[in-house]
């Protein structure tokens, strides 16, 4: 069965600092990577997927995470963190499957906080 | 153009009423779903919905029920609201490779 951990519940940094949000996964079969990003009081938005293409993807607001397949880790990354990045963050993983009907399994979230 | 839209974005009522919440999307996705997001964010997907097939969490009672007119709508019908059914509730849908659209959410209280 799918599962999908993150490591951390809050994960504090320094405005300007790296942040990396850590994501592993655990799948049968090559999966589909997702971050989702989700800001006070609203809907969760795509900030990257991974899709069997290149193992590092860009994403927007300068993320970027990186597919390794020996660790089962997709970690979120930035090279300095900015104020409007404090959110809470999703890891996601699907199947490839021969049908439209895909499902998400999610990881339980990251809150990622942002110090002046 | 908003790509999924959902109304209301915040439901107040007591306890024992039935409610609906409407979800329309203009992406032209095949596949919708319903999720709901508990007060420590957890996200639970409580359904998956296309033109073929319509996915069920066993976890969700059967109080909950959606109901989709057409492939760009996907409502979902509460009926005897409880105490415990106050969370957000997400729309999304999606495109061939899972990843998912969603809307902006709908905020329910039970009172």
């Known amino acids: 069965a799918q599962s999908v951990t993150q490591l951390g519940s809050h994960v504090s940094v320094s405005e300007g600092a790296l942040v990396l949000l850590r994501c592993n996964y655990s799948s049968s079969v090559p999966p589909y990577l997702f971050w989702y990003v989700q800001y006070p009081n609203q809907g969760l938005q795509l900030l990257l997927k991974y899709t069997s293409a290149a193992t590092l993807v860009k994403g927007i607001n300068g993320f970027e995470a990186e597919f390794k397949k020996s660790e089962t880790s997709f970690h979120l990354t930035k090279p300095s963190a900015h104020m409007s990045d404090a959110a809470e963050y999703f890891c996601a993983v699907s199947e490839d499957q021969l049908d439209s009907n895909y499902q998400l399994i999610w990881g339980a979230g990251t809150k990622l906080i942002i110090k002046p | 153009d908003t790509a999924v839209s959902q109304t209301p974005k915040y439901l107040v009522t007591q306890m024992g009423n039935d409610k609906s919440i409407k979800c329309e999307q203009n992406?032209?996705?095949?596949?919708m779903y319903w999720y709901k997001q508990d007060s420590k964010k957890f996200l639970k997907i409580m359904f998956s919905y296309n033109n073929k097939e319509l996915i069920i969490n066993e976890t969700v009672p059967n109080r909950f029920s959606p109901k989709s007119p057409d492939k760009a709508h996907l409502n979902l019908h509460i009926n005897s609201l409880e105490l415990g059914d106050s969370a957000v509730y997400f729309c999304?849908?999606?495109?061939?490779?899972?990843?998912?659209?969603f809307g902006q959410g709908t905020r329910l209280t039970v009172v």
């Open positions: 992406l032209g996705h095949d596949t």
């Open positions: 999304a849908s999606s495109q061939t490779d899972g990843g998912s659209f």
